[in-house]
DNA sequence: GAAAGTTGACAGTGACTACTATGAACTTTA
DNA sequence: TAAAGTTCATAGTAGTCACTGTCAACTTTC
C-alpha cells in the first residue's frame, strides 16, 4: 500500500523540494494554501514533503502549466473524489458532513470537527492519495462503480 | 425524466439563443466545438437550441466567468461522469471503448464507430445531461456509489 | 549566531484565456 | 430576395492567472 511505502517518508525542507520541483518556495505554500498539497509538520510547524509529496507537486505542475487546467478547475475535480466511498462512512455519517454535501472543495480542506473522519491524518488518508494525476481520480471511480 | 421533457424541444435558432444567454454567437459555437454543449441539428445543418440548452449554456457561462473554471478544467470535469455505470455497457464494451479509457474529454466528443453507444444520440443520453451545473456531476457519483 | 524556517502583506509581470469583431464564400429560411 | 444561417480564418483586447520578488517580524535548526 502506497500509505505505508517509505516513499511517503518527511524528508525534504520546504527550500529542498521547492528546488527538485523546480518552483519557488512561495508557490509551494501557495498550492498547500489552495488544498492541493498538504505537508508534514513537525510540531515546530516547519514543513517537511516525502518523494510522494514531490511527484505529487510535479504532478500538480504539470497540470496547471502543460494540460492548462487552473486551481479552481483541480479543486473541483478533487472535489469530485467519491471519499464516502472509500472510506466507506455511514449514511447518518455522510447527512452531517460538509464535504460530503458540497462540491468546490475537496474534503480535506473541510472542517473535520463532530465528522467521522475527526482525528484521522488527511495527508495518509487513502482519499487524498488517490490523486496523482487526472487520471487516477477515474481510475478510482472505476473501481468503486460497476 | 428531463430526457423527454417539452423543455428540452429545439426552439431557437443560435441567434435567438444567443440573445437568451447573453454571448456572441460565435462564442455559442466555440463552446459547442469545445464539447461543452451538443445542439439539436435539422438535416439543413442549421442548430436549434431547447430551454434545457439555454440552461446549459448559462450554467457554462456562469462556472466559466464567476466560479472561474477554464473550459478545460469543465471538459475534465465532464470526462469525470460514470458513462460506464450510467448505461451500463458490459466488461467487453468498455474495454474497446475510447471515451471509458481516457479522461480528458467527456464520452460525447468520441468517435461512437464500433462502439456499445453507436446510433445513440448523446443529446439526449442521460451522460451528457447529467451535467447542468457542477453539483450535478456529483450528485450522479452519490446516486452510484454506496 | 547565522541560515533557514514560519506567517502575512503588497507589488509586479509575462502569458494566456475567453470573448468579440470582421470578412469571405456559400446555403437555407421566411 | 433579403435576412439569417453555415464554415473557416485572422486579428485584437480586457482581464485574469500563476508565479516571483521583497519586506517585515519572529522562531527554529544546525
Redesign the pocket.
Known sequence: MSTLDKSNTPLY????A?KLV?????????????GLII?F????????YSELDVERLRC??KV??EE???????RRLLALIPCWGIIKCSLKDRKKCEAYNIATKPCWMINHKNNYCTGRDCRVCEVYQSFSNCESIKNKLKELIA
Open positions: 525542507t520546504i527550500s529542498m521547492a523546480g518552483i519557488s518556495v512561495h508557490t509551494m505554500r501557495m498550492y498547500e494554501n489552495e505537508p509538520k513537525k510540531e515546530s510547524k516547519q514543513r517537511l500538480l505542475r496547471i502549466n492548462r487546467i487552473g486551481i479552481e478547475g483541480i
